[in-house]
């Protein structure tokens, strides 16, 4: 009986201590307002201080066409591009091929809509930002599911960012984790949420428009935990 219990203790052990492989894929932004080398820095610091998370970044959203792209437990897409990929649809297949295999996925602010010509992407993403939000500036995030593993113990928050509710939706079920309310529209929008893609989890925030957006502490723990999650750990 004690050698059962050791033997679970230690499965348990070694999971908990298990490295997540996280690639973080960036480099195009079809914007000038979105600094993608200084917000990716910003993303790769937040998730190395979780000591479990081994981080590469590339700077090519390219290289997800590349077989080496499946062999990762989780992406973070920190990019939006205006137009098809030199391999788009190379690309769009592994995207497919990474969720299909029970990977994560995790989109940050502008990247919920990473692929605006692609149909497919709203329902991966949950919803992907088109472009109109509010004035930059402060605004209170409210944490409506405090029992997810992704936000449990957070408690609501200020930041200063970017608030969207402009979005063009997907059919797939979202379960929303967090909202804030748009001063422009009147309503509440989600800030952050889930979305069960087949065998895959993806994790969606519009928050993090720059460094300053992503060091507001409650973000930077939502960024690690939605990950954590995205990749089943």
């Known amino acids: 009986m004690k050698l ?12 908990a201590q298990k490295v997540t492989n996280v690639i973080i894929v960036t480099g195009e932004n079809s914007y000038s ?26 700077a ?17 897409f920190d990019f939006r591009n205006a137009k098809p ?10 995207i497919l091929k990474f969720l299909a295999s029970g990977k994560g996925l995790v989109t940050l602010h502008w990247a919920g809509g990473a692929f605006p010509y692609w149909d497919e992407f709203p329902n991966i993403s949950g919803r992907a930002q088109v472009s109109k939000h509010d004035k930059r500036g402060s605004f209170k995030v409210a944490i409506v599911d405090r029992k997810s593993p992704i936000t449990k113990g957070i408690a609501d ?12 939706e997907g059919n797939k079920p979202i379960h929303i984790l967090a909202t804030a ?3 422009v529209m009147d309503k509440d929008y989600p800030m952050a949420l889930t979305v069960e893609y087949g065998k895959g989890r993806v994790f969606t925030t519009p928050l993090g428009h720059d460094v300053k957006a992503l060091r507001t502490p409650a973000v930077g723990d939502l960024l690690r935990r939605g990950t954590a999650w995205a990749a089943r750990r």
């Open 85 to 94: 990929l030199a391999e788009d649809e190379k690309v769009k297949a592994n």
């Open 157 to 168: 928050f200020q930041t200063d960012d970017e608030l969207y509710y402009d979005f063009k």
């Open 4 to 15: 059962a219990v050791l033997a679970v203790a230690f499965t348990l052990s070694a999971l």
């Open 33 to 58: 307002g979105h600094v993608w080398k200084e917000t990716s820095a910003e993303v790769r610091t937040i998730l190395e201080s979780e000591k479990r998370f081994r981080v590469t970044l590339e």
């Open 60 to 76: 090519d959203p390219n290289f997800i066409a590349k077989d080496s792209f499946l062999t990762y437990d989780v992406a973070v």
């Open 181 to 183: 309310h748009s001063n």
